[in-house]
Structures are given as C-alpha cells and as structure tokens.
C-alpha cells in the first residue's frame, strides 16, 4: 500500500504534467500568432502602395493640393 507521501508526490506529478502540457499548448499557440504576424508583414512589404513619398511634396498631388489650402487659409484669413 503507497505511503501519503508517495499519494501527494504522484498528485504532484500529475499536477505538472498538466501544466506542461498547458504551457506547451500556450507556446504552439504563440508560434501560430507569430508565423501570422511575419506572414502579414510580408504581404505588407510585397504589396507597397507608395509609388511616391508622401514627403515629396512636390510630386505627390495630395500633399501638394493641401499645401495650397493651408497657404491659401492662411493668406486670405
């Protein structure tokens, strides 16, 4: 017949083996969100919609149509 202290000791046992296996679990689960993130962020890179910075104002038409506004509100203001 086991002693208590073999009874708590497998108790014990158990109780680890179940949080391995938790722990374990966690971690595939943060690999799987990882891959996810670096697959996202190389369909980012590969899909650039930038043909022109938006900090060359000169070339880009949008920053340039608001540049005007801005001097425009601030002369006629």
Known sequence: MPSNKQVELYETLLSLLEREAKCMEGVRESEEEVRDI?????????????????????????????RRELVCKYIFN
Do not use: F, G, M, P
Not at 38 to 66: F, M, P
């Open 38 to 66: 670096l697959e996202d962020r190389i369909q980012e890179e590969s899909a650039h919609e930038l043909d022109i910075s938006v900090y060359d104002t000169e070339r880009n038409e949008k920053a340039k149509n608001h």
